[in-house]
């Protein structure tokens, strides 16, 4: 997720949601530190996870939601395949 923000950052908002991640929570945070990580991360609070929680409905880690400027969700992307960010974010930017 590092390497796919540099790469769209002046086209695309990233935001890491930490969702129940209580006993993991320095482990993630870890993570994205190692990678130098240039985008917010917020640990969710239970108003956060009442609002997005239902999005993540897979259960598997990592798992991302698209999100146009008007608040819509494009698209439910699991696991951490860059080039599959990548197809998302420009068909998203293509729309």
Do not use: C, W
């Not at 482990?27 to 609002?51: G, H, K, P």
């Not at 146009?68 to 080039?83: A, F, K, L, Q, W």
């Amino acid at each position: 997720m590092a390497l796919i923000s540099e790469e769209y950052n002046d086209k695309v908002g990233f935001v890491t949601i930490l969702l129940g991640m209580e006993n993991d929570r320095n482990t993630a945070i870890q993570i994205t530190d190692s990678v130098n990580a240039q985008f917010l991360t917020i640990d969710a609070n239970e108003s956060v996870i009442m609002s997005f929680g239902k999005h993540f409905e897979s259960g598997y880690i990592p798992e991302s939601i698209l999100i146009d400027n008007d608040g819509n969700i494009i698209e439910s992307i699991v696991g951490g395949d860059p080039d599959v960010y990548r197809t998302a974010i420009e068909n998203a930017l293509n729309r």
